[in-house]
């Protein structure tokens, strides 16, 4: 009896010495769901299943999504919510002014029929993904309707909201989950309104035929994102749709203390503002274009800064970047990678809890299709978890882990 005892306590030391050092669970919303002990099979491993309060998108081409493959089969298999990498930008959805074009359903149609959870909308104001039309509006002669060109603007903005959300929230479209209700279940309503140092984007400066300047904010003023914001949840509203979820999304709340500081205040100013007594603003997007090196205790400040406004968190591009090493990459480069795939996965589960959680999206599927990868066709970068041929990286398996394991008392 007693050496039985003395076996199990061995094996007891032994087994705890394997497993990661703390698993201690700091968010009593989130459930204890494993460890690296309890190996699943790789067939097991899917993404949107490693845990029930994250919901995992990805960020999808509709050029690729049609062809039959390994792209299309890992979209299906391992994500529950789908956001448009481009295609249901400004310029491609008003093309030309006044003329919409809604007639690719390829997000949509796979969502349907393969039963994913939801579609995030990416994005209705934006200084960049703009249509040439807009652009030459900023000093094209006004039509006499227009007294000023903020009035211009403001009937382009209101226009184009409008009617965005009322195509996707069409009582009569056939894109609706289980429950009746429409697929669009979110949409960023304004994206990267800020700069690094935290001020509006205003003055146009050109770089690689960009404009990092915004014309709605040179045109409309800084009012322009409260009346997006309220647009966007008119618009809604008209269309009876009270669930619709309204995010701000922008990125660098990690390397910019002043940007956090400047999306808090201004987050918390839009939620004082209502529409049928209803805030016009309901989440962050936390865009996570982050790279190996980025600093974890600053992710935890700002997921822990952004979560106290109560708003819904969206970590909604994320990607990895290697830091453009070049091939072949190392195994040091891969190594950091994984790992902070794990990290930001678990900092999110951590410092959000679940009921403010909008999910995880990474920014396109593989390597082969993400905006990071090639420069002038030579892969210069590797920033998701999936390679060039979307074989499953060592990354993948840590994201998953980072979803399923419990979380370490260190991060
Ligand atoms: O990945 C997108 C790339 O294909 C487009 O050329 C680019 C401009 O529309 O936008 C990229 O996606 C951006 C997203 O819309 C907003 N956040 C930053 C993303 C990466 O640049």
Redesign the pocket.
């Given at each position: 009896m007693r050496n039985q005892f003395i076996v199990a306590l061995f094996l007891g030391v032994v087994y705890m010495g394997c497993t990661k050092p703390s698993i201690k669970n700091e968010n009593p919303s989130e459930p204890l769901t494993g460890n690296r002990l309890v190996a699943l099979a790789d067939t097991e491993k899917i993404l949107q299943n490693a845990n029930p309060n994250v919901m995992v998108g990805a960020a999808v081409n509709i050029n690729l999504l049609p062809q039959t493959g390994a792209y299309r089969d890992l979209v299906i298999k391992h994500y529950n919510s789908l956001t448009a990498?481009?295609a249901m930008?400004m310029t491609a959805l008003q093309p030309q002014e006044g003329t919409f074009n809604f007639s690719d359903h390829t997000i949509e149609d796979v969502a349907l029929n393969y039963g994913l959870k939801r579609i995030h909308g990416?994005?209705l104001v934006w200084h960049?993904?703009l249509p040439n039309w807009i652009k030459n509006w900023e000093t094209a002669a006004l039509p006499p309707a227009f007294p000023t060109r903020a009035a211009k603007f403001d009937s382009i903005m209101s226009r184009h909201i409008r009617t965005v959300i009322a195509n996707y929230d069409n009582p009569a479209s056939i894109y609706k989950d289980a429950a009746g209700k429409p697929l669009m279940k979110s949409w960023d309503v304004v994206?990267?309104a800020l700069d690094d140092n935290g001020d509006y984007r205003s003055t146009q400066n050109i770089v690689n035929g960009v404009d990092k300047g915004s014309i709605w904010y040179r045109t409309i003023g800084k009012l322009y994102i409260e009346k997006a914001f309220t647009y966007a949840r008119m618009a809604a509203e008209a269309q009876g749709d009270t669930g619709i979820k309204l995010f701000y999304n922008d990125?660098g709340h990690d390397y910019s203390a002043k940007k956090l500081d400047s999306i808090y205040k201004m987050v918390m100013a839009l939620k004082q503002i209502t529409v049928n007594g209803k805030p016009i603003i309901d989440g962050i997007g936390m865009?996570f274009?982050i790279n190996i090196n980025s600093s974890n205790t600053n992710i935890k400040n700002a997921l822990i800064k952004m979560a106290s406004t109560g708003l819904l968190i969206h970590m909604s591009?994320l990607d990895i970047s290697l830091n453009k090493p070049g091939l072949p990459f190392s195994s040091t480069v891969l190594n950091l990678q994984k790992q902070k795939f794990e990290d930001v996965a678990m900092l999110y589960r951590k410092y959000v809890v679940a009921a403010q959680r909008w999910g995880i999206t990474t920014?396109d599927v593989g390597d082969n299709d993400s905006?990071l990868t090639y420069s002038n066709g030579v892969q210069v970068d590797g920033a998701t978890v999936y390679d060039i041929n979307y074989v499953k990286k060592p990354a993948f398996y840590f994201l998953y882990d980072g979803l399923y394991l419990a979380i370490p008392a260190s991060l």
């Open positions: 990498e481009n930008k990416h994005t960049n993904g994206n990267e990125y865009q274009h591009e920014w905006w």
